[in-house]
């Protein structure tokens, strides 16, 4: 893998212009509609429970018996007004023989949500993508994937898996950042210069770019993550946005995109993308 392409991005944003330069690494990008929940109707075979709703829900076959199934995605609320779902959990309900099996989903909440189910493994057979908004300040979210095997639920992408990329490292002299992504073996360095009259100010660096104190950057993780089939052969890929945080969560110094593809039975980032932030007039 090598860092093989720099181009540079405008934004214009409130008439202030950004100019951002983009390091490709070589390794071999879609908003998310948001669902209503709604009062469970009586459906045969869930036994849902007072609190329980239907965020969403999707007809198509998951287990490969060529008969469409039902995937439910269910929440929990307190008062029917409501917006934050509990306990999220996914349901599918058999085409052919009606059984209800429940993927048993821990520790999965979040405003909205959004279920999505197209074939990521190449086999086929549709798989299961849902998506919850966590309101958190960096307006991440949590993820998941399941396939299904043999009637059975298997998780293909988890909690962990939502953070994507994950640079770190610290700043150093001269208003840089030298930072590292351990699973892709791979250090880049920022430019810092466009935040340097803010380090300046907080007793970060001096005038002449040397550090005062200490900080070490953090990434994200995926604060969008996008279900795309880029070949077309029908198997789908994911998208990924991520951004790495600098003295504090507001000061973002850059940027990444991925592409990630399950082969092998594991997620593999086909590409990635930083940006380094030249100009800030924010």
């Known amino acids: 893998m090598k860092i093989n392409k720099i181009k540079e991005r405008v934004n214009m944003n409130k008439k202030v212009i950004s100019l951002l330069l983009v390091g490709a690494i070589g390794v071999s990008g879609l908003s998310f509609a948001h669902a209503s929940s709604t009062k469970p109707n009586k459906i045969k075979g869930l036994n849902l429970s007072k609190n329980q709703y239907i965020i969403t829900q999707k007809v198509r076959d998951v287990n490969g018996d060529k008969i469409k199934d039902t995937v439910y995605l269910i929440g929990e609320k307190e008062k029917d007004e409501d917006i934050y779902n509990q306990n999220v959990n996914v349901l599918i309900k058999y085409g052919k023989t009606k059984k209800v099996v429940n993927a048993n989903l821990k520790d999965l909440g979040g405003y909205e949500g959004k279920l999505i189910v197209k074939d990521f493994t190449g086999d086929k057979v549709?798989?299961?993508?849902?998506?919850?908004?966590?309101?958190?300040?960096?307006?991440?979210?949590?993820?998941?994937?399941?396939?299904?095997?043999?009637?059975?639920?298997?998780?293909?992408?988890?909690?962990?898996?939502?953070?994507?990329?994950?640079?770190?490292?610290?700043?150093?002299?001269?208003?840089?950042?030298?930072?590292?992504?351990?699973?892709?073996?791979?250090?880049?360095t920022l430019d810092l210069s466009a935040f340097k009259d803010e380090y300046i100010e907080q007793k970060i660096y001096d005038k002449s770019g040397k550090l005062l104190?200490?900080?070490?950057?953090?990434?994200?993780?995926?604060?969008?993550?996008?279900?795309?089939?880029?070949?077309?052969?029908?198997?789908?890929?994911?998208?990924?946005?991520?951004?790495?945080?600098?003295?504090?969560?507001?000061?973002?110094?850059?940027?990444?995109?991925?592409?990630?593809?399950?082969?092998?039975?594991?997620?593999?980032?086909?590409?990635?993308?930083?940006?380094?932030?030249?100009?800030?007039?924010f």
């Not at 998208?239 to 991925?258: D, K, L, M, P």
Request: glycine fraction near 8%; include cysteine; aromatic fraction near 10%.
């Open 126 to 188: 549709a798989d299961i993508f849902v998506s919850m908004e966590t309101g958190g300040s960096g307006a991440t979210l949590d993820n998941r994937i399941m396939t299904v095997k043999n009637n059975a639920v298997k998780m293909i992408f988890s909690d962990d898996n939502n953070m994507g990329v994950n640079f770190n490292g610290s700043f150093v002299d001269g208003f840089k950042a030298q930072l590292k992504e351990k699973n892709l073996n791979k250090e880049i």
């Open 213 to 281: 104190s200490k900080v070490e950057p953090w990434t994200d993780p995926f604060s969008m993550l996008k279900v795309v089939d880029y070949d077309g052969d029908g198997t789908y890929e994911l998208a990924g946005h991520q951004r790495v945080s600098g003295s504090c969560h507001a000061n973002t110094i850059s940027n990444i995109e991925s592409i990630w593809k399950f082969e092998n039975s594991k997620w593999t980032p086909m590409q990635v993308e930083y940006t380094t932030i030249l100009t800030n007039e």
